[in-house]
């Protein structure tokens, strides 16, 4: 095999594992090298500004990718969600209900690498905000996102974190 072209559908879906296992990564060592050399603080600083900038790239290029609507709805970003890179990695679920998402995260690989390293979880609330907020306005611009549990703000210990999406028309 010489290229990705050559490969079986079972080796690419691993491909895809390994891709997505690698762009965590990625978000992992740069984080953690701008925490250990300027704090947390800063490190989430610089969080916030890449996941904003990222999370409508990533939406745009998945819904393009699915042929979604402009106005794709709740049956659009349930699917882009499963979509996005680390849907591959981390156990998640949908709850779909009258106008409303809830996307849980079952395990989050992120804060289960910080724990295996005895490290402090990552303080992701207000990253994510802003990343499930952007990417589902892309997706369909009527979304409003709320956090349910995130850490540190954790109210439902059944799942890393919850997102309630909320199609207003």
Not at 42 to 70: C, G, P, Q
Not at 90 to 104: A, M, Q, S
């Amino acid at each position: 095999m010489d290229k990705i072209s050559d490969l079986s559908r079972e080796e690419l879906i691993d491909l895809v594992h390994i891709y997505a296992k690698n762009m965590l990564a990625l978000d992992g060592v740069w984080f953690q090298s701008v925490e250990s050399k300027l704090g947390m603080e800063e490190a989430m600083e610089h969080d916030r500004n890449a996941w904003l900038r990222y999370t409508v790239v990533e939406a745009r290029r998945i819904k393009e990718f699915l042929h979604l609507s402009e106005q794709a709805g709740l049956e659009g970003l349930k699917k882009a969600l499963a979509f996005r890179f680390y849907a591959a990695l981390n156990g998640d679920e949908i709850i779909v209900d009258g106008d409303t998402l809830i996307y849980r995260t079952l395990s989050c690989r992120v804060q289960n690498a910080r724990a295996r390293k005895g490290m402090p979880f990552h303080p992701c609330k207000s990253v994510g905000i802003l990343e499930y907020t952007y990417f589902a306005k892309e997706i369909d611009s009527r979304f409003e996102c709320e956090a349910l549990s995130c850490y540190p703000d954790v109210t439902d210990e059944s799942c890393a974190c919850a997102w309630k999406f909320t199609l207003i028309c």
